[in-house]
DNA sequence: AAGACGAAAGTGGTTGA
DNA sequence: TCAACAACTTTCGTCTT
């Protein structure tokens, strides 16, 4: 009896730091108070997440809460625990593949009988040959760990770079890399795995931290969405006001709005095939005007990466066809 | 003086024959 | 593979606040 109670003590501890975290009796899940189902969007960079119509902060501070399950004793614990190494698709043999020490002892430490130590050696030796066991198997590793040093400089969440490798082994699989450089086809991997994810980050973003340049990378990215058949949907410019925004150093309110500019102007057919980066600019700019908060068309520009003359086309069209009131 | 606006010419990428 | 095309940029002059 004690001891359940003490077991229970601590799951009740666990507990009420998460309320506290919560906030101020906010709501438990991602449902925002203000738009009634909708769901939150994580952003993984500042660690909160915002609701995807209003973009009011619903949580902060997100938190592993560990697993969902609950043991008491240690036989549940045993049977509910799924641990061990995960399984992934970064490393290049999905991180299963059994690993041989190098030194010469067995497990309590004892140096190895001359058989013994030549059966490791010839072990060890096929062990690298299945491993790493030819060009392609290298060269799928030297991928890999080049998308993980870009999404890592670009503060990617790990399911974009799960993705970003799934669909880079698509390609070795079809034996698209054939002629086309390894680095571009990983940086376009990884692109695809923003797109697929709806990470806002542009193509230019990604070239920055690429060895090669925008128009390789683009041009691997259109081969293989084409050869593995892929069709990702642009990124929705919702999805990057959160991020200039907060650059810009705008209020919610301003956030809120420009999601509903953009919403108003998909509707009203103004944002296919124009970059989205421009639209999300001028929805700021728009929303900025109305309420008070004015920035100018210079510092909307900058943050968005588009020129002054982007935004005010943007800005025109939506002021045209959707009959905005921006004289306040 | 700074910002907004618009015209004109140039650039890189897409599309369809 | 080439030309037509739309989106976007660069540049620069004018107008407004």
Redesign the pocket.
């Known amino acids: 009896m004690e001891l359940k109670e003490s077991i229970f003590k601590g799951v009740n501890i666990s507990e009420a730091e998460e309320v506290k975290a919560e906030g101020e009796g906010e709501n438990a899940d991602d449902g925002c108070p203000n738009c009634r189902d909708t769901n939150g969007i994580r952003d993984y960079q500042r660690n909160i997440v915002i609701c995807e119509k209003c973009g009011r902060v619903l949580r902060e501070k997100i938190k592993d809460r560990g697993p969902e399950w609950r043991a008491f004793d240690q036989k549940q614990r045993e049977e509910r625990s799924r641990g061990g190494s995960p399984m992934t698709y970064t490393i290049h043999d999905k991180g299963l593949s059994t690993k041989i020490d190098w030194k010469n002892r067995d497990g309590r430490g004892n140096n190895l009988s001359p058989e013994r130590r030549s059966l490791m050696y010839r072990l060890r030796k096929w062990q690298r040959r299945i491993r790493i066991s030819d060009a392609t198997e290298r060269n799928l590793a030297f991928a890999l760990s080049e998308m993980d040093r870009m999404s890592s400089q670009l503060g990617l969440p790990k399911n974009v770079r799960e993705i970003a490798a799934l669909i880079y082994r698509g390609a070795v699989k079809k034996e698209l890399i054939r002629g086309r450089s390894i680095e571009g086809v990983a940086s376009a991997a990884l692109y695809a795995g923003c797109r697929e994810t709806q990470m806002p980050r542009t193509l230019e973003e990604i070239a920055e931290v690429s060895r090669v340049d ?2 390789e990378i ?1 041009r691997s990215y ?1 081969f293989i969405t084409r050869e593995l058949e892929i069709h990702l949907p642009p990124i929705d410019p919702a999805n990057y006001v959160s991020r200039f925004g907060s650059e810009l150093e705008i209020s919610g309110e301003v956030r809120r709005k420009a999601i509903e500019i953009i919403k108003k102007a998909h509707e009203g057919k103004l944002t296919s ?3 989205p980066t ?1 639209i999300a600019a001028a929805a700021i700019y728009v929303a900025s005007l109305e309420c008070g908060e004015r920035r ?3 510092e909307v520009a900058e943050v968005a990466r ?5 935004v ?2 943007r ?2 069209e939506f002021v045209e066809e959707l009959s905005l009131d921006v004289s306040v």
């Open positions: 925008k128009r683009g259109r095939g124009r970059g421009g100018t068309q210079r588009v020129t002054e003359v982007t005010r086309n800005y025109k």
